[in-house]
């Protein structure tokens, strides 16, 4: 494909798009917009011209219908259950997403979470800054503690193991559970979360959404934890009853959450928020500005390789074996 030809290639970005992603994507190809991924919105010549889509989720079946001449989903972002990529597959779409450029990021603000909600930091820093520190002395001693803790990572891939890694620094032992065990790992593996949860008093969830792990961490898991328990999200919110959470929170079943990721973003349950015993960040895992244009680069390139060289370079496991159209 030449140049000119691939600067004739339609992409659709729905919605706001990461800005460096969109200066590529204007450089590279035709971009075509829509206010949000809704299939009522493709008119006719979207129809015919589309053949790309790069986006943040939200790719259901009926717009991957909707576009009878799309060949692949950019997905920006390592997390696609809100791409119907079962679908995609189906239809000989290929689907592509941002894994390893975000991973070192993710799991550092992992753990700077988990700090936070282990000695109150944040409420220690509000302390100062209004004048509390001058006014009642020094700020009260922390209840909880990294000393002594059982760490527990629930869903061990990238991610997961770069979390690992940053536990092993702190001293503290780990377990995981996954679907599977993972060969090469030193790591405790526990078949069933309950079994992970009963073992660790500090739970860290990396897990994928979708079907399969949704609240997956229910008043039973919170329970098994135990009173001394913390538990981190990074994942994704749909992998917790935040119902059962806010409740455990509120009676001593568990002693902490710190949570990045929510069910209904940007909506956070009052209780949460109303919560003293919580840290909570406005989904900020992988948001910094080295770490986005990363993301950009590799959503871009994977529709640069797919037009000019026929290959994706980051396919998603249920498109793996999608081969671009003659």
């Not at 599977?180 to 079994?195: I, N, R």
């Not at 770490?291 to 037009?307: E, G, I, K, P, Q």
Request: charged share 20%.
């Amino acid at each position: 494909m030449t140049n000119a030809e691939q600067q004739a290639v339609a992409i659709l970005v729905p919605g706001q798009f990461n800005d460096h992603a969109v200066g590529r994507i204007d450089r590279t190809f035709s971009r075509v917009w829509i206010e949000r991924a809704d299939p009522s919105l493709v008119s006719d010549d979207m129809r015919k011209a589309v053949r790309g889509i790069a986006a943040f989720g939200g790719i259901s079946a009926a717009l991957i219908d909707a576009l009878p001449h799309l060949e692949i989903i950019a997905n920006f972002g390592v997390g696609y259950d809100s791409v119907d990529a079962r679908h995609a597959a189906q239809r000989g779409i290929m689907v592509t997403n941002t894994p390893d450029v975000l991973t070192e990021e993710v799991a550092d603000t992992a753990l700077g979470l988990l700090i936070n909600t282990v000695r109150d930091l944040p409420r220690a820093e509000t302390w100062l800054r209004d004048g509390s520190w001058m006014r009642h002395g020094n700020y009260h001693l922390s209840r909880l503690t990294l000393r002594g803790r059982r760490a527990g990572i629930f869903g061990m891939g990238r991610i997961g193991r770069a979390i690992a890694r940053r536990l092993e620094a702190f001293g503290l032992p780990i377990a995981y559970h996954n679907r599977h065990q993972v060969e090469d790992l030193p790591y405790e593996y526990h078949g069933t979360l309950k079994g992970l949860a009963e073992a660790v008093d500090t739970l860290i969830s990396v897990a994928p959404g979708g079907a399969s792990t949704e609240k997956a961490v229910n008043a039973e898991i919170l329970s098994a934890l135990g009173p001394n328990g913390v538990f981190v999200n990074i994942g994704r919110g749909s992998t917790v009853d935040e119902a059962a959470l806010a409740a455990a929170l509120a009676n001593g079943t568990i002693a902490a959450a710190g949570l990045d990721v929510f069910a209904d973003e940007p909506n956070v349950p009052p209780a949460l928020l109303a919560a003293p015993n919580t840290s909570l960040l406005p989904h900020v895992g992988s948001a910094s500005e080295h770490t986005r244009r990363a993301m950009a680069d590799l959503c871009v390139d994977n529709l640069v390789s797919w037009f000019s060289e026929r290959k994706a370079l980051t396919p998603v496991p249920e498109t793996a074996d999608v081969k671009a159209r003659a």
